[in-house]
């Protein structure tokens, strides 16, 4: 069901990559995969900022604190609904970023956060900083 939910929200970031792109980005530049990964990294931030001010947003990924240990299982708590929260903010990328681009970015910072996630990692260094 994720996935298909997933397929059907992304169809507006083609849609509008598409129809409405200001500026398209070579597929094989350097730049384009570095402006994807910070793009994904950028809204992955504020649809997290935001599930933990808006309430309604909050109502769907307070799931996934409400576990007293900080771990796989934790990360993979997530709401059905929060899907509906988010994909607006990655929305404007489409006016430059390629979907391809977007979709391999989303799922290396998916990957990120699961690796985020557990206790096995005690310190990721000086990237704890940034």
């Given at each position: 069901m994720e996935a298909l939910l997933s397929?059907?929200?992304?169809?507006?970031?083609?849609?509008?990559?598409?129809?409405?792109?200001?500026?398209?980005?070579p597929w094989d530049y350097t730049a384009t995969w570095v402006c994807a990964a910070l793009g994904i990294d950028f809204c992955y931030y504020w649809v997290h900022r935001a599930a933990h001010e808006i309430n309604l947003l909050w109502a769907a990924h307070?799931?996934?604190?409400s576990s007293e240990d900080y771990n796989l299982t934790t990360a993979l708590r997530q709401s059905a609904f929060q899907t509906f929260g988010s994909w607006p903010f990655y929305l404007p990328m489409a006016f430059f970023i390629p979907p391809t681009h977007a979709i391999v970015h989303k799922q290396l910072n998916?990957?990120?956060?699961?690796w985020i996630h557990t206790e096995v990692v005690k310190s990721i260094g000086p990237l704890e900083y940034v």
């Open positions: 397929g059907l929200l992304f169809s507006s970031y083609i849609y509008i990559h598409a129809a409405f792109c200001i500026s398209a980005l307070q799931v996934h604190h998916l990957l990120y956060q699961f």
